[in-house]
Nanobody, 126 residues
Framework: QVQLVESGGGLVQAGGSLRLSCAAS????????MGWFRQAPGKEREFVAS????????YYADSVKGRFTISRDNAKNTVYLQMNNLKPEDTAVYYC???????????????????WGQGTQVTVSS
């Protein structure tokens, strides 16, 4: 069973940066498809970014392209989300997700994933 634990959220001023981390359990982490999602108050959860080590594919939501970077360290079973030039509209609870069979399309649609993290709050002040 995959377990995910996020960290790195916090309060930052507009234009600032944060790096989120998501540590995963599992001996075959390098084959997982991983993703980040976020949910703002009163809104549905939305896709932010995904990464698949096996295929090399990386995808971003249009709203974060050029500002956010997803990466992973397979030796540490960890995926990261570097967020630069943060805007107040980036304020949300951020969640990571995993598909242990490496199915990026599962991550992209945000349903039927193997695991979700508990979420970490990101607040961007104007």
């Amino acid at each position: 069973q995959v377990q995910l634990v996020e960290s790195g959220g916090g309060l930052v001023q507009a234009g600032g940066s944060l790096r989120l981390s998501c540590a995963a359990s599992g001996r075959t982490f390098s084959s997982y498809a991983m993703g980040w999602f976020r949910q703002a108050p009163g809104k549905e959860r939305e896709f932010v970014a995904s990464i698949n080590w096996t295929s090399g594919s990386i995808y971003y939501a249009d709203s974060v392209k050029g500002r956010f970077t997803i990466s992973r360290d397979n030796a540490k079973n960890t995926v990261y989300l570097q967020m630069n030039n943060l805007k107040p509209e980036d304020t949300a609870v951020y969640y990571c997700a995993a598909d242990s069979r490496g199915r990026t399309w599962i991550i992209l649609r945000g349903r039927d994933v193997d695991a979700w993290g508990q979420g970490t709050q990101v607040t961007v002040s104007s």
